[in-house]
């Protein structure tokens, strides 16, 4: 096939596990209307993964992610009058408490499917759908504190290269989608794109050498 570049060393196969990180940035989306939001922000994480098949695999997921809060204009004068009625100077340290950034908590754990439309080829872009958990932490101007934990479904795509033997790198991007993460109960998508390096191994493989036949080697 030349759809992809064949692979002139190993299948992917011969080393179906592996291990990765990865880093990128998440755009995170609207918690409360008119009150609450997300900007962009720092994601990071690992995987551990298995391609039990040329064209399909699996992995776990763990991302945790920092991302700056924004507030709307009734926010900030909602804040403004609550201190107001406690005798809080707005031009003092901590009347201005709010005004320096302040960042988001979120962390993601899924496990994933993944598909691998061109099978068993250098440049492989794969499809990825998954179900796990998501966790977020935020404080509003009010200095309400939130901590939800609720049901998260990554949907992505994204593609690989086989850059050695052992190594790959490779990119995403995906919609980390958590149903009811707001006070509300809406769903939120948050947004990210990540590049990341993979380390492949595995198990034993037959040889074939006519003067050892049947030995396996790693």
């Keep these: 096939r030349d759809v992809g570049q064949p692979l002139v060393r190993q299948s992917w196969r011969f080393r179906p596990l592996s291990a990765g990180w990865f880093m990128g940035s998440l755009n995170g989306d609207v918690i409360e209307h008119d009150w609450l939001g997300m900007k962009d922000g720092f994601l990071g994480g690992y995987r551990l993964g298995w391609d039990y098949d040329h064209y399909w695999g699996c992995e776990m997921r763990f991302a945790f992610a920092s991302v700056e809060l924004t507030d709307s204009r009734r926010a900030r004068q909602e804040q403004r009058a609550a201190d107001a009625l406690l005798g809080i100077d707005p031009d003092s340290d901590w009347g201005s408490r709010f005004d320096r950034r302040r960042d988001a908590d979120v962390r993601l754990w899924d496990i994933d499917i993944l598909y691998y439309p061109w099978g068993d080829t250098a440049w ?46 490779r990119f995403e991007f995906a919609d980390n989608i958590l149903f009811g993460s707001t006070a509300g109960g809406n769903t939120l998508h948050h947004r990210s794109f990540t590049g990341g390096i993979e380390l492949r191994f595995g198990g034993p493989r037959k040889a074939y050498w006519p003067y050892n036949p049947g030995r396996h080697y790693w």
Aim: charged share 30%; no cysteine; glycine share 14%.
């Design 124 to 169: 492989r872009p794969y499809f990825l759908i998954g179900l796990g958990s998501g966790r977020m932490d935020t404080m509003d101007r009010l200095s309400r504190r939130r901590i939800k934990r609720v049901l998260g479904m990554p949907l992505g795509i994204g593609l690989k290269y086989r850059a050695t033997d052992w190594v790959a790198l």
